[in-house]
């Protein structure tokens, strides 16, 4: 016997952990150059009032004045707003009418979607991404981005001018 087959095998064995190691090398700075940018909540909240001049990432403060399924409006003595809770949401009892509580989240449309509830003991409960509307969706499969703020598709063009 001759020992020319083991270091070809060496050398095969060596060349797939290597391609296997680029290639996890390759993944993982794919998935960090693709992943979104992290953004934080400001930690003061901002009056309900000044909302509609504020765009992005905001934290208000208020009581729950009424509660409509997964959405509730907030009132801080300023002014009032709606804040839905998405998906985490549904069914699930997390305010309730009069309750102190605080919101993190995106204000966009003229409502804020609400990342993070903080009750007045300072429990949290995280309802979802922060990052924007491309990741929730609506229950008829309409996506946000095709969404008004008052829940309501957008009515279809006109028709056109006969001529």
Do not use: C
């Not at 001759?2 to 996890?24: C, E, F, S, Y």
């Not at 491309?134 to 946000?144: K, S, T």
């Not at 008004?148 to 056109?160: C, K, T």
């Amino acid at each position: 016997m001759t020992d020319t087959p083991k270091p070809r095998r060496l050398t095969l064995a060596l060349a797939a952990i290597g391609l296997v190691a680029a290639g996890g090398i390759a993944g993982g700075v794919a998935s960090h150059t693709m992943r979104p940018a992290i953004e934080m909540a400001p930690l003061h909240a901002v009056a309900i009032r000044t909302l509609p001049t504020a765009s992005g990432i905001v934290t208000i403060r208020g009581r729950v004045a009424e509660t409509y399924g997964n959405k509730f409006v907030i009132d801080d003595g300023t002014a009032r707003t709606l804040v839905d809770t998405g998906h985490a949401g549904d069914d699930s009892k997390l305010v309730g009418d009069g309750m102190p509580i605080t919101v993190q989240g995106r204000f966009e449309r003229g409502f804020v979607r609400a990342s993070f509830l903080v009750d007045a003991a300072g429990k949290v409960t995280a309802l979802g991404p922060i990052d924007g509307p491309h990741d929730r969706h609506w229950p008829d499969g309409l996506d946000d981005d095709r969404m008004h703020g008052d829940g309501m598709a957008p009515p279809p063009p006109p028709p056109a001018a006969a001529g």
